[in-house]
């Protein structure tokens, strides 16, 4: 996605997106989808383009079956290559996009045991054991538990 045809397609969308006031977190997201939906399907100009709903659910069924991605992740694509083809390139949908939906994962938290617990703790000490104790103790993530700060604040007699 290197072409100067490219670029302007990648300029118009960054520029609506800025009137629109969009995040520029979301604008780098969806011109990163952009340039991969063009890689994938090798596109060259603008002509390239036309037949947009079969190409995006080929390019969204491709990340969920291939990419192995996220629901999230495909969502995120799907509304990137929207916004390109509804803001930027003034296309009105003909039918729905009936892309392969990616698989929810289940996540199913890994917890310690109170023995195995009990074998590490002693095997720690200083900063590390107080963070596992904190850790184990109260339920905190760990960012929150490396971000707490010991306030020192004398009482006043």
Same mark, same amino acid.
């Given at each position: 996605m290197s072409t100067p045809r490219s670029r302007k397609l990648l300029e118009e969308t960054r520029k609506i997106m800025r009137l629109r006031h969009y995040s520029i977190h979301t604008e780098r997201a969806y011109c990163d989808w952009i340039k991969r939906y063009v890689r994938y399907h090798g596109m060259t100009?603008?002509?390239?383009?036309?037949?947009?709903?079969?190409?995006?659910?080929?390019?969204?069924?491709?990340?969920?079956?291939? @990419?192995?991605?996220? +629901?999230?992740?495909?969502?995120?694509?799907?509304?990137?290559?929207?916004? #390109? $083809?509804?803001?930027? &390139?003034?296309?009105?949908?003909?039918?729905?996009?009936?892309?392969?939906?990616?698989?929810?994962?289940i996540k199913i938290p890994v917890v310690m045991?109170?023995?195995?617990? @009990?074998?590490?703790? +002693?095997?720690?000490?200083?900063?590390?054991?107080?963070?596992?104790?904190? #850790? $184990?103790?109260?339920? &905190?993530?760990v960012i929150e538990c490396l971000r707490l700060r010991v306030h020192d604040k004398a009482a006043k007699t």
């Open positions: 100009g603008r002509g390239d383009l036309k037949n947009g709903e079969a190409k995006i659910e080929a390019f969204l069924t491709h990340l969920a079956m291939d @990419a192995d991605v996220a +629901p999230s992740t495909q969502n995120q694509a799907m509304n990137a290559l929207v916004f #390109l $083809y509804k803001h930027v &390139l003034k296309y009105s949908w003909d039918k729905e996009i009936n892309a392969v939906r990616a698989p929810r994962k045991t109170r023995e195995e617990i @009990a074998q590490i703790i +002693p095997l720690m000490e200083g900063t590390p054991q107080l963070i596992v104790k904190l #850790l $184990y103790g109260s339920g &905190l993530r």
